[in-house]
């Protein structure tokens, strides 16, 4: 019989340090996967390769806590905070990590990097310490047959696909092409089919059918009068190439992709194997609310962005998915939320929503250990008109 623990390292009043989920599934295997909380190096001064150190010695130790290691991370999330309007100094800022990333992993941790990794400007406003240049999520998987690498995880039963977040970017005849004009519904359409669709065809895998989840960055600081037409844009595409099949998933502005002349960056999640996909069968936001894989009698479930001006009813929302999908709730079975909070700019007055959205989470959990979580400023999520949105995880045996 399948068995899933939670452990919610040292847990404080709004996330753990780490949320580790031992899976027994039902052939008897255990499987360990482990995520730290959303983390910054700000220990050290605003240097990029000093935080960059100083977040990879903090980011270990939370895999420490649930006996990983870095070359056990199969997913990384790069949050930069926004440098300046000026497209050069983000360039500048881009290339500045670029150059340490890889280098200083495996000069510190002694290990090969095999995660994939996506990575964006967010806002101006940055993170909840106002320090950081960045902030970095990772994701760690560790068992028996279990290996990972180039964007995916291998259970030996069914393969969970995490490829690297794409934009346009590609080479066509010996050079590269990093735009394809002003027409973002052919960009977004490019990316989906030709960065995606065709590349997981040769697997024999159907990307239309088999993809679970559906992150979308769209960048507007060169057009911020044009934001939300651009979502709306991209979201129309993504509805029409999903069809009944849609994946759950957020979208939401970002100061920039890397691909500075670049617009739309994707990133899927997408399984195969013995696994089952179910969804919802309701759409909210463009994504289905929420969809489930079954494998070795447990439940994952990924809850879409729920967007609004209340964190704790946003909480409240994610809860009855939870339970809708036939877990116990958000607070027993929530493995990770990654929270959105929308700011109008960089001051103070601008991050002020911090506050009040925190003070709602420590309600929500209240006399419960929390889940990891990150959180990040951004100019919006899911819709216009918003102060903050959370999107989920959670683990359970139905």
């Given at each position: 019989?399948?068995?899933?623990?939670?452990?919610?390292?040292?847990?404080?009043?709004?996330?753990?340090?780490?949320?580790?989920?031992v899976?027994?599934?039902?052939?008897?295997?255990?499987?360990?996967l482990?995520?730290?909380s959303?983390?910054?190096?700000t220990?050290?001064?605003?240097?990029?390769?000093?935080?960059?150190?100083?977040t990879?010695?903090?980011?270990?130790?939370?895999?420490?806590?649930?006996?990983?290691?870095?070359?056990?991370?199969?997913k990384?999330?790069?949050?930069?905070?926004?440098?300046?309007?000026?497209?050069?100094?983000?360039?500048?800022?881009?290339?500045?990590f670029?150059?340490?990333?890889?280098?200083?992993?495996?000069?510190?941790?002694?290990?090969?990097?095999?995660?994939?990794?996506?990575?964006?400007?967010?806002?101006?406003?940055?993170y909840?310490?106002?320090?950081?240049?960045?902030?970095?999520q990772?994701?760690a998987?560790?068992?028996?047959?279990?290996?990972?690498?180039?964007?995916?995880?291998?259970?030996?039963t069914?393969?969970?696909?995490?490829?690297?977040?794409?934009?346009?970017?590609h080479?066509?005849?010996?050079?590269?092409v990093?735009?394809?004009?002003?027409?973002?519904?052919?960009?977004?359409?490019?990316?989906?089919?030709e960065?995606?669709?065709?590349?997981?065809?040769?697997?024999?895998?159907?990307?239309?059918?088999?993809?679970?989840?559906?992150?979308?960055?769209?960048?507007?600081?060169d057009?911020?009068?044009?934001?939300?037409?651009?979502?709306?844009?991209?979201?129309?595409?993504?509805?029409?190439?999903?069809?009944?099949d849609?994946?759950?998933?957020?979208?939401?502005?970002?100061?920039?992709?890397?691909?500075?002349?670049?617009?739309?960056?994707?990133?899927?999640?997408?399984?195969?194997?013995?696994?089952?996909?179910?969804?919802?069968?309701?759409?909210?936001?463009?994504f289905?609310?929420?969809?489930?894989?079954?494998?070795?009698?447990?439940?994952?479930?990924?809850?879409?962005?729920?967007?609004?001006?209340d964190?704790?009813?946003?909480?409240?929302?994610?809860?009855?998915?939870?339970?809708?999908?036939?877990?116990?709730?958000l607070?027993?079975?929530?493995?990770?939320?990654?929270a959105?909070?929308?700011?109008?700019?960089?001051?103070?007055?601008?991050?002020?929503?911090?506050?009040?959205?925190?003070?709602?989470?420590?309600?929500?959990y209240?006399?419960?250990?929390?889940?990891?979580?990150?959180?990040?400023?951004?100019?919006?999520?899911?819709?216009?008109?918003?102060?903050?949105?959370?999107?989920?995880?959670?683990?359970?045996?139905?």
């Amino acid at each position: 019989m399948a068995h899933v623990h939670l452990i919610r390292h040292n847990p404080g009043a709004v996330f753990s340090q780490t949320s580790e989920a031992v899976l027994v599934g039902d052939d008897g295997r255990v499987i360990r996967l482990v995520e730290p909380s959303g983390n910054v190096g700000t220990q050290f001064p605003a240097d990029v390769g000093s935080q960059w150190f100083g977040t990879i010695e903090n980011l270990r130790a939370g895999l420490a806590l649930g006996g990983a290691t870095w070359s056990d991370v199969y997913k990384t999330d790069v949050l930069w905070t926004t440098p300046s309007l000026d497209r050069e100094v983000c360039d500048r800022r881009k290339n500045d990590f670029n150059a340490v990333y890889g280098p200083m992993i495996n000069a510190v941790t002694g290990g090969p990097l095999r995660s994939n990794r996506m990575a964006r400007f967010t806002h101006a406003a940055g993170y909840p310490d106002p320090k950081a240049l960045f902030e970095v999520q990772i994701k760690a998987a560790r068992g028996d047959r279990v290996s990972v690498g180039n964007g995916r995880v291998d259970y030996g039963t069914w393969v969970d696909h995490q490829p690297s977040g794409a934009s346009v970017m590609h080479q066509q005849d010996g050079k590269t092409v990093t735009t394809l004009g002003p027409d973002l519904a052919a960009e977004m359409l490019f990316v989906l089919e030709e960065q995606y669709a065709k590349p997981f065809a040769r697997e024999g895998i159907d990307f239309r059918r088999q993809t679970a989840w559906m992150e979308i960055l769209v960048g507007v600081d060169d057009a911020p009068e044009q934001a939300w037409e651009r979502i709306e844009i991209v979201r129309r595409v993504f509805a029409e190439y999903f069809g009944d099949d849609r994946p759950a998933g957020l979208i939401y502005p970002v100061s920039r992709i890397p691909n500075l002349d670049g617009i739309v960056e994707p990133q899927p999640r997408v399984v195969a194997g013995d696994v089952r996909l179910t969804r919802s069968g309701a759409v909210v936001d463009g994504f289905s609310t929420w969809t489930a894989l079954d494998y070795q009698g447990i439940r994952e479930l990924m809850v879409s962005a729920v967007a609004g001006d209340d964190a704790g009813q946003v909480l409240a929302a994610i809860d009855a998915q939870v339970r809708e999908a036939g877990g116990r709730g958000l607070r027993e079975d929530g493995v990770f939320n990654n929270a959105y909070v929308v700011a109008a700019d960089a001051s103070a007055e601008g991050r002020a929503g911090l506050a009040p959205f925190n003070k709602a989470f420590a309600g929500f959990y209240a006399g419960a250990a929390p889940a990891g979580r990150t959180a990040q400023f951004m100019g919006g999520i899911q819709r216009p008109g918003v102060a903050c949105g959370i999107s989920s995880r959670a683990l359970f045996t139905p």
